[in-house]
């Protein structure tokens, strides 16, 4: 990771004080993986114990993507005034009260408030970490520490799946109680509490981000942080990477929405592009699998125990090749592997919707032939694979680096904005779209999948290796 730039970077470097810091960071990306996933061996035990049918459940699952919509709508201001770092604890603290409040409901909607909460944590974190990474990192790593936020999210999912599958193993059930008489699925959130705390103390000890500071005209401390973080020794380098941040930022101290008009249907382009990378990358239907793959593997046949089993090794997977991803990143750059896995979900989606167009039965009664469940497994899985090297980790990379630094707060915040409420979509429409017909709704991610193809190949820009003040709009 020790790797050097060019002279004409002043000799900053990657320092292994760069890569904890930016590791605390990304922890918020951890917690935003584990409350968007824990939910999901929760799903049938909820179900039962308030009564809800196809639709409440999707809402229910699927209610903290709104929160999450308006905490990353709102993180990008609250970043530009009151720093990174200390919008980051705010965020911890969210998700603690969230992860008690859920834990200990009443009652659906009770869930359902405690749920939104979290939801805006997670949120504020989807934006401020990868903004804050990227801010703090030389351009020769800096894909491989923006892919640490996905490498969190994914070890996020897969502790969440990891717990859930021990919580319930341990009670018997997912409905069955367990310490204090709480049943396994509350315990499923309350766990959360645990890695909240640790995210906030984490951030305690990290120094804001220079791009903050020097917008706030505090260059004595800017020069300091990218002493520490880079490397970088000499005075005259320092005030000239001070004077690149400052004039990059013209002024602009805190973007509003007028920043982003353009031509393009009222919006620069680059803003189009940023709010369609997140679309698409739910679009495909990716938390299909890490909100409802529990009680989809025990729809078609599974055990509960199996189904949680089979949870847990799609999370171990997607983690896998989230490291592969980072290892590439910087090698072959963004725009590749954006095609390479557009092309490869298209293809995996396209057999799993074949897989069960096989189905006989329908609704919860639906089951696979015993031929064609090894098959639809193993699309699955290769299917996160695909996402995993591409589409998880590049676009929040590219979100964190592809906006010019006068409107980067606030781009990335609209464009988070949007991904969470193409997720809301996808989730909440999934139980319904399941009871149509599982073929008819992986057949629909497919075919986003294929358009996402044609979209990386004409509109998206590769961004490897380009400083942040040399982004252009």
Same mark, same amino acid.
């Given at each position: 990771?020790?790797?050097?730039?060019?002279?004409?970077?002043?000799?900053?470097?990657?320092?292994?004080?760069?890569?904890?810091?930016?590791?605390?960071?990304?922890?918020?990306?951890?917690?935003?993986?584990?409350?968007?996933?824990?939910?999901?061996?929760?799903?049938?035990?909820?179900?039962?114990?308030?009564?809800?049918?196809?639709?409440?459940?999707?809402?229910?699952?699927?209610?903290?993507?709104?929160?999450?919509?308006?905490?990353?709508?709102?993180?990008?201001?609250?970043?530009?005034?009151?720093?990174?770092?200390?919008?980051?604890?705010?965020?911890?603290?969210?998700?603690?009260?969230?992860?008690?409040?859920?834990?200990?409901?009443?009652?659906?909607?009770?869930?359902?408030?405690?749920?939104?909460?979290?939801?805006?944590?997670?949120?504020?974190?989807?934006?401020?970490?990868?903004?804050?990474?990227?801010?703090?990192?030389?351009?020769?790593?800096?894909?491989?520490?923006?892919?640490?936020?996905?490498?969190?999210?994914?070890?996020?999912?897969?502790?969440?799946?990891?717990?859930?599958?021990?919580?319930?193993?341990?009670?018997?059930?997912?409905?069955?109680?367990?310490?204090?008489?709480?049943?396994?699925?509350?315990?499923?959130?309350?766990?959360?509490?645990?890695?909240?705390?640790?995210?906030?103390?984490?951030?305690?000890?990290?120094?804001?981000?220079?791009?903050?500071?020097?917008? *706030?005209?505090?260059?004595?401390?800017?020069? /300091?942080?990218?002493?520490?973080?880079?490397?970088?020794?000499?005075?005259?380098?320092?005030? *000239?990477?001070?004077?690149?941040?400052?004039?990059?930022?013209?002024?602009?101290?805190?973007?509003?929405?007028?920043?982003?008009?353009?031509?393009?249907?009222?919006?620069?382009?680059?803003?189009?592009?940023?709010?369609?990378?997140?679309?698409?990358?739910?679009?495909?239907?990716?938390?299909?699998?890490?909100?409802?793959?529990?009680?989809?593997?025990?729809?078609?046949?599974?055990?509960?125990?199996?189904?949680?089993?089979?949870?847990?090794?799609?999370?171990?997977?997607?983690?896998?090749?989230?490291?592969?991803?980072?290892?590439?990143?910087?090698?072959?750059?963004? *725009?590749?592997?954006?095609?390479?896995?557009?092309?490869?979900?298209?293809?995996?989606?396209?057999?799993?919707?074949?897989?069960?167009?096989?189905?006989?039965?329908?609704?919860?009664?639906?089951?696979?032939?015993?031929?064609?469940?090894?098959?639809?497994?193993?699309?699955? /899985?290769?299917?996160?694979?695909?996402?995993?090297?591409?589409?998880?980790?590049?676009?929040?990379?590219?979100?964190?680096?592809?906006?010019?630094?006068?409107?980067?707060?606030?781009?990335?915040?609209?464009?988070?904005?949007?991904?969470?409420?193409? /997720?809301?979509?996808?989730?909440?429409?999934?139980?319904?779209?399941?009871?149509?017909?599982?073929?008819?709704?992986?057949?629909?991610?497919?075919?986003?999948?294929?358009?996402?193809?044609?979209?990386?190949?004409?509109?998206?820009?590769?961004?490897?290796?380009?400083?942040?003040?040399?982004?252009?709009?």
């Amino acid at each position: 990771m020790a790797m050097t730039d060019t002279p004409a970077d002043g000799g900053q470097h990657a320092t292994l004080r760069v890569v904890v810091i930016a590791a605390a960071a990304a922890l918020g990306g951890f917690l935003f993986g584990f409350d968007t996933a824990v939910i999901n061996g929760a799903v049938d035990a909820i179900r039962g114990s308030f009564g809800l049918n196809a639709g409440e459940i999707g809402i229910t699952v699927s209610c903290a993507l709104l929160g999450s919509a308006a905490g990353a709508w709102y993180a990008g201001s609250l970043a530009d005034r009151f720093g990174r770092v200390r919008t980051m604890q705010v965020a911890a603290l969210l998700l603690a009260v969230s992860a008690l409040g859920s834990g200990l409901a009443f009652g659906v909607w009770d869930l359902i408030l405690w749920r939104v909460i979290g939801g805006i944590g997670v949120g504020v974190a989807s934006v401020i970490a990868p903004t804050y990474i990227a801010e703090i990192s030389p351009a020769s790593v800096r894909g491989r520490l923006g892919s640490m936020q996905q490498l969190a999210i994914v070890l996020g999912i897969f502790v969440a799946l990891l717990s859930d599958a021990w919580l319930a193993g341990a009670a018997g059930g997912a409905a069955n109680p367990l310490a204090f008489g709480l049943a396994a699925w509350r315990w499923m959130f309350l766990i959360a509490v645990i890695p909240a705390l640790i995210y906030g103390g984490l951030v305690l000890g990290v120094p804001e981000s220079p791009r903050h500071l020097v917008a *706030k005209g505090k260059l004595a401390d800017a020069k /300091n942080v990218l002493r520490q973080v880079l490397g970088m020794n000499s005075d005259s380098a320092l005030d *000239k990477k001070v004077a690149d941040i400052a004039h990059s930022l013209k002024m602009e101290y805190r973007p509003r929405l007028r920043d982003l008009r353009g031509p393009a249907a009222g919006l620069l382009p680059v803003v189009w592009v940023g709010i369609l990378l997140s679309v698409f990358q739910q679009f495909v239907g990716i938390n299909v699998i890490f909100y409802y793959s529990s009680t989809l593997w025990h729809s078609v046949g599974f055990s509960e125990a199996d189904s949680f089993t089979i949870t847990v090794a799609t999370s171990v997977v997607n983690v896998l090749v989230t490291l592969v991803a980072i290892a590439l990143v910087d090698r072959i750059g963004r *725009k590749p592997l954006l095609v390479i896995g557009s092309a490869g979900m298209a293809l995996t989606l396209g057999v799993m919707a074949w897989c069960f167009s096989q189905a006989t039965g329908t609704g919860a009664d639906l089951v696979l032939p015993h031929s064609v469940g090894p098959v639809a497994l193993v699309a699955a /899985n290769a299917y996160v694979v695909f996402f995993g090297l591409s589409w998880g980790p590049m676009v929040w990379v590219l979100l964190g680096e592809m906006f010019p630094n006068r409107i980067r707060a606030i781009a990335l915040a609209v464009a988070a904005s949007a991904q969470w409420l193409a /997720n809301f979509v996808i989730s909440s429409t999934f139980p319904a779209l399941a009871q149509i017909g599982l073929s008819f709704a992986y057949g629909l991610y497919a075919a986003f999948a294929l358009i996402s193809l044609f979209f990386v190949l004409s509109a998206v820009r590769e961004t490897k290796g380009i400083e942040l003040e040399d982004m252009q709009g």
